[in-house]
C-alpha cells in the first residue's frame, strides 16, 4: 500500500489529506477513514459496478454492511448525468436519506461522478464531507485530487462547480480489472501529460513498454507517480492562479477536439482527445521554438506506443476549432491562453500564440 499527502495550504491545514493506493485497499476502509464519527454515510455508486467483485466484497465489510446508518444511492455514471438534472437527483436522495452536517458521503464511480456528487456534497447544507473512491484509470490519476469540482451547462463543460477537497482519495486497484480497455487506454494520456510538463524521467518509464491493465505492480508506481505530481501541483496553487494551468496542457486543443468528435462518427473518449491535443500542443511548442523537431516526434512515440491516437479519424473546420477554443474558460480578455513544454518534462503557460502558428500546428494530427 502506498500513500501520497495532499497539502493544501489554508491556516488550519485542515483541508489536507491521503491518497491511499494499494490492490484490495477498501476492504479495509475504516483504517483510512473513520465512520463511527459520522451521523451517517451515504454510498453514492456508478450502477455499472454493482456486479463487480470487489463492490460485492465491500458491501459485505463491517463499513458498508446494510444498516440504518448507511444509505445506498446508485446512479448512471456518464457523462450526461453530470448536469443540473442530476444534481438536483443527489441533492434530493441526499435530503430523503436524512443526510445532516455530520454524514460523509462516498463516491465510487469515474471521473463524470466525482465531479457531480462531490459537486452535491460540497454543496449540500454548505457542504457535507466526502471520499472520493474513483474507478477508472483517469479519475484515478486526476480527476479524484485536487478538489475541483463542476457540473455542465449544456454544451458547457463544467461551466457551474466549485472548489473542495474530499477527506480522502481512496484508489484500489482491483476496481479496474472490469475498466472496459478503451477507457484504461484513455486513462493513460493524463499520465503521459504528468511526465511531460513535470518529470522527464517519469516520461521515458512510457518510452517504451505499453501498460497493462494486469499489471499491478507497474500500476501501482505509475499511479503513485501520477498522484504524486498532480498533488505537488496543486499543493503549490490550489486555485489555479499559475503552476496549476500547466496541468491544463493538451487540453486546449483537445477539448475542442473532444467537442468537435461527438458531431462525427468517431466521438472521442476525453484521454484520446488529450492524447491528440498533447500532440498539437507539443508542435505549437516547437514552431514557437521552445522545443526541437526529436522531442515532438518522441511525443508522438510514446502516445502511440501507449496505443493513443495520434492522427484525426475526421476533418475539422479549424475556424469552429478556433471558436471553441476562444470560449474556453481559461481565457482572459478574449485571447486562448497557453499552456506549452518549454521543455519535455517542464510546461509553462499564459502563452499567447499566433493564430496562424496554431492552424499550422493542428496539421500535426
Ligand atoms: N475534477 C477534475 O479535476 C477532473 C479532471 C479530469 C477529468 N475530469 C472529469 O472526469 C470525467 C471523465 O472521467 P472518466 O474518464 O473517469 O470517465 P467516466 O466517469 O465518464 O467513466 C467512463 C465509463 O466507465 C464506467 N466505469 C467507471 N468505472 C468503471 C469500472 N471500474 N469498471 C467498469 N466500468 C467503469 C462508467 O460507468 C462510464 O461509462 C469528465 O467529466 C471530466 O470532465 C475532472
Ligand atoms: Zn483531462
Same mark, same amino acid.
Given at each position: 500500500m502506498r500513500k501520497v499527502r495532499v497539502n493544501i495550504k489554508d491556516k488550519s491545514g485542515g483541508n489536507s489529506y491521503d491518497i491511499i493506493i494499494g490492490s484490495g485497499v477498501l476492504k479495509s476502509f475504516s483504517q483510512f477513514y473513520d465512520t463511527s464519527k459520522c451521523s451517517s454515510v451515504a454510498l453514492? #455508486?456508478?450502477k455499472a459496478l454493482l456486479n463487480q467483485e470487489w463492490y460485492k466484497t465491500l458491501l459485505s465489510s463491517n463499513d458498508f454492511k446494510q444498516s440504518q446508518k448507511v444509505k445506498f444511492i446508485e446512479i448512471s455514471g456518464a457523462e450526461s448525468v453530470k448536469n443540473v438534472d442530476g444534481l438536483s437527483y443527489l441533492w434530493h436522495e441526499f435530503q430523503k436519506s436524512g443526510l445532516d452536517r455530520k454524514s460523509l458521503v462516498v463516491i465510487l464511480g469515474g471521473g463524470a461522478i466525482l465531479d457531480?456528487?462531490?459537486f452535491a456534497a460540497s454543496t449540500y447544507m454548505r457542504g457535507v464531507a466526502f471520499i472520493h473512491v474513483p474507478t477508472t484509470l483517469l479519475s484515478q490519476v486526476d480527476a479524484s485530487i485536487g478538489g475541483k469540482l463542476a457540473i455542465n451547462l449544456g454544451e458547457f463543460k463544467n461551466l457551474v462547480g466549485s472548489f473542495a477537497? %474530499?477527506?480522502a482519495v481512496i484508489i484500489d486497484l482491483e476496481t479496474l480489472v472490469a475498466l472496459p480497455y478503451r477507457e484504461f487506454v484513455a486513462g493513460i494520456a493524463e499520465i503521459v501529460k504528468h511526465g511531460l510538463i513535470y518529470d522527464r524521467k517519469?516520461?521515458?518509464l512510457l518510452e517504451k513498454? %505499453?501498460?497493462?491493465?494486469?499489471?499491478q505492480e507497474r500500476l501501482m508506481d505509475i499511479i503513485t507517480r501520477s498522484c504524486e505530481i498532480k498533488s505537488e501541483v496543486v499543493s503549490l496553487d490550489e486555485t489555479e492562479d499559475g503552476l496549476r494551468k500547466t496541468l491544463n496542457f493538451g487540453h486546449t486543443a483537445g477539448h475542442a477536439l473532444e467537442s468537435l468528435s461527438k458531431k462525427t462518427n468517431y466521438p472521442l473518449l476525453h484521454g484520446e482527445a488529450i492524447s491528440l491535443g498533447m500532440l498539437v500542443e507539443t508542435e505549437i511548442s516547437k514552431l514557437i521554438g521552445f522545443i526541437s523537431q526529436d522531442d515532438v516526434n518522441l511525443v508522438r512515440s510514446v502516445l502511440q506506443i501507449q496505443g493513443l491516437p495520434v492522427k484525426l479519424e475526421f476533418s475539422i473546420d479549424l475556424k469552429e476549432a478556433h471558436r471553441i477554443m476562444l470560449s474556453d474558460k481559461?481565457? #482572459?480578455a478574449s485571447k486562448i491562453k497557453w499552456s506549452l513544454l518549454e521543455k519535455l518534462g517542464k510546461a509553462t503557460f499564459d502563452v499567447e500564440v499566433?493564430?496562424? #502558428? #496554431?492552424?499550422?500546428a493542428f496539421e500535426v494530427i
Open positions: 453514492v #455508486v456508478d457531480l456528487a462531490g477537497q %474530499p477527506k517519469y516520461l521515458s513498454t %505499453p501498460l497493462k491493465q494486469n499489471d481559461k481565457n #482572459v499566433e493564430t496562424s #502558428v #496554431v492552424e499550422k
